[in-house]
């Protein structure tokens, strides 16, 4: 079973950047970043499959772009201009087939998330 593990989250300002990294053990055709606030369920934010197309949440586009390096193992997320509003447990997850929509797919592998805290 593959392995997704996150990192890259802190604490930053409103207007900073961060960007968040999934090493994952076994390549899977569709990629994506999620995110948990607290109270709240857990949304797409980001996907990108295996033939390099890619879905944004409409509040991340043109702020949040998602990227893959196949010889790092590793699945990125660079944020910027972030707000308060992006606050949350960032999840990194993946199945190996294609991905329609930032719907919560039943059959994705999840790694343990990285919290991501923005400061107005």
């Known amino acids: 079973q593959v392995q997704l593990v996150e990192s890259g989250g802190g604490s930053v300002q409103a207007g900073g950047s961060l960007r968040l990294s999934c090493r994952y053990t076994q390549r899977l055709f569709c990629m994506g970043w999620f995110r948990q606030a607290p109270g709240k369920e857990r949304e797409g934010v980001a996907i990108?499959?295996?033939?390099?197309?890619?879905r944004y949440a409409d509040s991340k586009k043109g702020r949040f772009t998602i990227s893959k390096d196949n010889a790092k193992n590793t699945l990125y997320l660079q944020m910027t201009n972030l707000n308060p509003e992006d606050t949350g447990m960032y999840y990194c997850?993946?199945?190996?087939?294609?991905?329609?929509?930032?719907?919560?797919?039943?059959?994705?592998?999840w790694g343990q998330g990285t919290q991501v805290t923005v400061s107005s």
């Open positions: 997850a993946a199945r190996d087939l294609y991905c329609v929509t930032l719907d919560i797919y039943r059959n994705y592998n």
């Open positions: 990108l499959n295996g033939d390099g197309n890619t």
